[in-house]
């Protein structure tokens, strides 16, 4: 037989730093995921809306939805 000993395995403090390591990982895996929507999504979404508000002119939406008969208290002009 053998003489060498195997080393005795960590009982204490392991559930401590198993979640320290954990832990760190999940919140940079968070900060990265919010980093990510914010420049991929939201900010191109902004975007988008600022130049569709930009030159949009309402009365003009609301002329061409009226003479297609889309209300039904406003009646189009033409009739």
Same mark, same amino acid.
């Given at each position: 037989?053998?003489?060498?000993?195997? *080393?005795? *395995?960590?009982?204490?403090?392991?559930?401590?730093?198993? !979640?320290?390591?954990?832990?760190?990982g999940a919140i940079i895996?968070?900060?990265?995921?919010?980093? !990510?929507?914010?420049?991929?999504?939201?900010?191109?979404?902004?975007?988008?809306?600022?130049?569709?508000?930009?030159?949009?002119?309402?009365?003009?939406?609301?002329?061409?939805?009226?003479?297609?008969?889309?209300?039904?208290?406003?009646? *189009?002009?033409?009739?």
């Open positions: 037989m053998s003489s060498t000993l195997l *080393p005795k *395995p960590q009982m204490r403090g392991l559930l401590a730093k198993r !979640l320290r390591f954990h832990i760190v895996a968070s900060l990265g995921a919010a980093v !990510l929507y914010k420049y991929g999504v939201s900010e191109p979404r902004k975007r988008a809306y600022a130049d569709f508000y930009k030159d949009y002119d309402s009365m003009k939406d609301f002329e061409a939805m009226r003479e297609a008969g889309v209300f039904e208290s406003v009646q *189009p002009k033409n009739s």
